[in-house]
């Protein structure tokens, strides 16, 4: 097998484990109130990391860029509007019109 | 590779070490734990889902970021419609994407001219700023941001994230918990 089909099956069964794992071993039981805390605050958590990672890092270095600009213009368009569709369209069009520069 | 695994952070992160001259193993390695975020999330999940347990697995392929984020109730449970119907939508668009990418990507020119790269994370942080509406909530988002740049240069890509779920521990105080019990009372199913 080559090299790309041996590393797109190990992704997808890798993937696929990870995904199943939460859901099959949790079944389908009540679950204590302190679960369900922590779960209603897992969002807020994952979400602002995924949002720092990508705009204030690049790859393993800690990076401010034109990026960085744009996704902070579409957070303020998302605040003041509370339009997700005007922040995804502001924050790539800053980003490029920064590039452009 | 985007139509079997469907995970584009995990697939750009595998094909950067091959570009990289990493082997296969060190590639799928990366993909692992780029995806390992979907295991708090799948966590998070799975109250939500009927059914015996390869049903369960089933269903729990469909977790991605945007969907997840989408279909989270402010009282801890998900809209599995919200869920499946948001991620059937970015698995059409994906695939379809990857394709056009491959036939006539060069001609759409250079994403990072397109400011592409900071679609995702404005879109996540326009669902933060909708999810996050309590102080609570707030300070866990910072505590998550804090740790995953922390972590950023001395861990390897994707570790950070996962990580940065332990803010949620915040969860396990007294008055996290009692915030909880409120909100389900307000809405009349106490569990």
């Known amino acids: ?101 | 590779m985007s139509a079997i695994v469907f995970a584009g952070s995990a697939q750009f992160s595998a094909v950067a070490i091959l570009a990289q001259g990493g082997g296969a193993g060190a590639a799928i390695a990366a993909a692992a734990l780029m995806n390992s975020r979907f295991l708090p999330m799948g966590v998070a999940f799975a109250p939500s889902l009927r059914g015996g347990p390869l049903w369960r697995a089933l269903q729990g392929q469909a977790v991605v970021d945007a969907s997840w984020a989408l279909a989270a109730r402010p009282d801890g449970s998900f809209d599995r419609m919200m869920l499946f119907g948001s991620s059937a939508a970015a698995y059409v668009t994906w695939v379809g994407g990857t394709a056009i990418g491959a036939l006539w990507g060069g001609a759409l020119g250079d994403p990072h001219d397109l400011g592409l790269d900071a679609l995702f994370p404005a879109f996540f942080l326009a669902l933060l700023l909708n999810e996050a509406r309590s102080g609570r909530a707030r300070g866990v988002a910072a505590l998550g941001a804090l740790i995953a740049l922390v972590l950023v240069p001395v861990a390897p890509v994707g570790v950070p994230v996962l990580v940065a779920s332990l803010a949620a521990l915040v969860g396990l105080t007294r008055s996290a918990r009692e915030a909880v019990l409120e909100s389900q009372e307000a809405e009349g199913e106490p569990r």
């Open chain 1, 1 to 101: 097998m080559s090299t790309g089909a041996t590393v797109i099956a190990g992704c997808a069964l890798v993937t696929f484990a990870i995904k199943a794992a939460g859901p099959v071993a949790l079944g389908g039981r009540e679950l204590p109130i302190w679960f369900t805390s922590v779960v209603v605050l897992l969002a807020p958590a994952l979400l602002a990391a995924l949002v720092a990672t990508q705009a204030l890092a690049d790859g393993d270095r800690l990076a401010v860029g034109a990026d960085t600009a744009g996704v902070a213009a579409g957070g303020l368009v998302a605040w003041r509007t509370g339009s997700i569709v005007a922040c995804v369209l502001v924050a790539p069009a800053v980003t490029a019109g920064l590039r452009l520069l």
